[in-house]
């Protein structure tokens, strides 16, 4: 039988690769297992071609002006998730620095800080090793690969 193995949950797909400087700079230089995320010890993460990612979460509306950060923090979430990156300080650094581009990219500074408070309040699971999205596999009676 011919398998396919997936992961729900994303709705965006980066189409040209995105580098961008950040205040968070690990020991050494960091790369997810997908190869898609890079952070070097001075603070440049690059997101390759063809990531993934959810958008923004929670009770908000997709708007462009937060969709750059969206992405920056998602992968940055991923880091912490896969732990590549330590959760305390990094997930506050994370945050703030949502909160930061998404008034970058014109958002009304109140929004950008209910979306702060949002990710401090309910934000912690999504940055967690335990809530790595599971791989499925189709058809039905498909096994792991060995």
Same mark, same amino acid.
């Given at each position: 039988?011919?398998?396919? !193995?997936? %992961? @729900? $949950? #994303?709705?965006?797909?980066?189409?040209?690769?995105y580098t961008?400087?950040?205040?968070?700079?690990p020991?050494?230089d960091?790369?997810?297992?997908?190869?898609?995320i890079t952070l070097?010890?001075?603070g440049?993460? !690059?997101? %390759? @071609? $063809? #990531?993934a990612?959810?958008?923004?979460?929670?009770?908000?509306?997709?708007?462009c002006?937060?969709?750059?950060?969206?992405?920056v923090?998602?992968?940055l979430?991923?880091?912490m998730?896969?732990?590549?990156?330590?959760?305390?300080?990094?997930?506050?650094?994370?945050?703030r620095?949502?909160?930061?581009?998404?008034?970058?990219?014109g958002?009304?500074?109140?929004?950008?800080?209910?979306?702060?408070?949002g990710?401090r309040?309910?934000?912690d699971?999504?940055?967690?090793?335990?809530?790595?999205?599971?791989?499925?596999?189709?058809p039905?009676g498909?096994?792991?690969?060995?």
């Amino acid at each position: 039988m011919e398998c396919i !193995s997936y %992961k @729900k $949950g #994303y709705k965006y797909q980066l189409v040209e690769t995105y580098t961008v400087e950040i205040p968070i700079t690990p020991e050494t230089d960091i790369s997810s297992p997908s190869e898609f995320i890079t952070l070097t010890s001075d603070g440049f993460l !690059s997101i %390759k @071609k $063809g #990531y993934a990612w959810d958008g923004p979460s929670g009770p908000t509306i997709d708007t462009c002006n937060f969709m750059r950060g969206s992405l920056v923090h998602d992968a940055l979430y991923q880091l912490m998730r896969e732990k590549l990156l330590d959760n305390d300080p990094t997930r506050d650094l994370a945050d703030r620095l949502l909160q930061k581009m998404c008034k970058e990219d014109g958002m009304s500074s109140i929004r950008a800080w209910w979306v702060y408070k949002g990710l401090r309040i309910g934000g912690d699971p999504a940055a967690h090793p335990d809530n790595r999205r599971p791989v499925i596999r189709a058809p039905k009676g498909c096994k792991e690969n060995t």
